[in-house]
């Protein structure tokens, strides 16, 4: 069990599941059971991700003056969020619409209101980076100040990169310049993936880069074990909505390797984290515990194991 700081973006997001997109025009289209709405965003999820697989999780974030904080904590959930650090500071909480259909492609509507111009007193998490043995950001504008207090306190640091854009490389450089891990998403990506980890190894030095590929799988580099390899996916058992996976993905990788330090196995489990999570609509569903993902990691590697995964 390890102690964590996860400060990012937290939104309350709509997803919606379609016959197809693009969506034809229709005035009115009846839609039984295929609308979600519940919070979500990458601070959120990562949250309730290393919580349920056991690391004591310091939650904090902005969102807008209004909002009800009971909503991060819904009744009858096994895993409670602290809110002491959720601030209240913004005009209006962020929004996301996620329309997906049966093919997996999905059509990403982002409002991210006032974020931009939300200030996080980072001294008020002083004495929680402090305790922590891992601070995990988002590279939103109001986290920059937690990179200063994470290197001053010699707390190892991960960052999950929202959009890549090398037009906007320059005001992430110092996410990227003090990441001890990196986490990537491909798909505003073009060119040749390998290609694109070798040049942020070459350019930022980190200990690992995470490249997710969505249903191709993941490619990671390790500068200890200096490899940079490709993982396949693990074979979901039901997929129902893709939305969430990377951040299910990189919180699994991060609580195993601060468990062990073992890189191939912490993606390995990863993998197989996010496998279980498609198989739930909404980002912030689908999360197991250590307990029963290594139950079905027997499972899937030993096959006269006749143990049942808990659900």
Partial sequence: MSNIVIAGITQIETIV??????????PFTPAPDTIFTAPGGD???????????????????????????????????????????VLPIMRETPMEIILFDPMRKQQVFEDLKDIRDAVFNAELARPRVEEADLVVLSNANFCRPFIKLAKDNGKKLAVKIHHFDYEKEIYNEDFLQNADILYFSDNTL?????????????????????????????????RT?????HYNPVAAPKVD?????????????????MKNGDAVEAIKKSLM??????????TS??????????????????????AQWKT
């Fill in 17 to 26: 599941k379609v016959k197809e997109i693009p969506v034809s025009y229709a």
């Fill in 190 to 222: 073009e060119g040749d993936p390998f290609d694109f980890v070798s040049e942020m190894a070459e350019k930022y030095h980190p200990e690992i880069i995470q490249l997710g590929q969505g249903e191709k799988g993941q490619i990671m580099y390790s």
């Fill in 43 to 85: 601070a959120y999820n990562m949250s309730l991700a290393m919580s349920w697989l056991g690391d004591r999780v310091e939650f904090m974030t902005v969102v807008g003056k209004d909002q009800n904080l009971g909503i991060f904590n819904p009744p009858g959930r096994e895993v409670t969020l602290s809110t002491n650090y």
């Fill in 285 to 306: 569903k689908g999360f197991m515990s250590e307990e029963q993902l290594e139950q079905w990691e027997r499972l899937i590697f030993d096959p006269t194991n006749t």
């Fill in 225 to 229: 074990l200096d490899t940079k390899v």
């Fill in 273 to 282: 984290f996010a496998a279980n999570k498609i198989g739930y609509v909404g």
């Fill in 241 to 257: 909505n893709t939305a969430g996976a990377g951040n299910a993905s990189f919180a699994c990788f991060l609580h195993y390797y």
